[in-house]
């Protein structure tokens, strides 16, 4: 019972990252600290920072983006981590949890 239950368990995680996608509703960053930094740069309301940030290592990902695998999804943090695919590269994304559909 209990490998059945496992085996099910691993199915549906591996079908829920494959079908996963983004929202495009918050913006993603190409690093974690990068992402931590637009966090506080939003709190501060340091709109010269955002600027800067957004034209560099954040953006607002196109809606309905593909994810090709979700590495990490931080209950309490609120952060996750994904892998995209885009014009022949796989990046390393981090953005908040809630934009993952």
């Known amino acids: 019972m209990k490998k059945i239950l496992s085996t099910a368990i691993l199915l549906f995680i591996s079908t829920s990252a494959s079908a996963a996608s983004l929202k495009g509703d918050y913006p993603a960053c190409t690093s974690e600290n990068a992402f931590e930094k637009l966090q506080a740069i939003i709190q501060h309301k340091d709109q010269d920072s955002?600027?800067?940030?957004?034209?560099?290592?954040c953006f607002f990902p196109k809606k309905d983006l593909p994810v090709d695998k979700i590495v990490s999804m931080g209950w309490t943090s609120g952060v996750a981590q994904v892998k995209v695919y885009f014009k022949g590269e796989l990046y390393d994304l981090w953005t908040n949890t809630e934009n993952l559909q």
């Open 50 to 57: 955002y600027k800067e940030i957004m034209g560099t290592e």
